[in-house]
C-alpha cells in the first residue's frame, strides 16, 4: 500500500517558521507531481505549493509566495514545506498528495491519488 505521512507541524506566533515533512513509501515518488495543500474550517482545501519531482519545477499559491519553499529528497522518498513569516491566516491541516499525472492543474485536489492524514499548523498573533 502507498502511505504518505507528514510530520512538522504545531503552534507558532506570527512571524515564526515551521518545517513540514511528508514521507512516502510503497510508491515511486519521482514520477510526478508532489503537492501541499490546506485547510482551514469552513474553507475549501487550497494548493500551497507543488513540485514536479522529475525535473524540479515548482509551483506556489500567490498567498504563500515570498514565504514558503517546497523541496525534496529523492533518496529519503519526502517532500518538505518551509514556512517563513508565518501568518494567522496560514493557520489550517495542512495535506501532503502525491500523483503520477502529467501536465495537470496542480491546484486541483482531483488530480492527486493519494493523501496523507495531515498536520495541524497553528498561527498565533
Known amino acids: 500500500q502507498v502511505l504518505l505521512v507528514e510530520s512538522g507541524g504545531g503552534s507558532v506566533q506570527a512571524g515564526g517558521s515551521l518545517r513540514l515533512s511528508c514521507v512516502t513509501s510503497g510508491y515511486t515518488y519521482n514520477s510526478g507531481y508532489m503537492a501541499w495543500f490546506r485547510q482551514a474550517p469552513g474553507k475549501e482545501r487550497e494548493g500551497v505549493a507543488c513540485?514536479?519531482?522529475?525535473?524540479?519545477?515548482?509551483y506556489y499559491a500567490d498567498s504563500v509566495k515570498g514565504r514558503f519553499t517546497i523541496s525534496h529528497d529523492n533518496a529519503k522518498n519526502t517532500v518538505y514545506l518551509q514556512m517563513n513569516s508565518l501568518k494567522p491566516e496560514d493557520t489550517a491541516m495542512y495535506y501532503c498528495a502525491s500523483t503520477r499525472a502529467y501536465g495537470i492543474r496542480w491546484t486541483e485536489p482531483m488530480w492527486y491519488t493519494y493523501w496523507g492524514q495531515g498536520t495541524q499548523v497553528t498561527v498565533s498573533s
Open positions: 513540485i514536479y519531482t522529475p525535473g524540479g519545477t515548482t
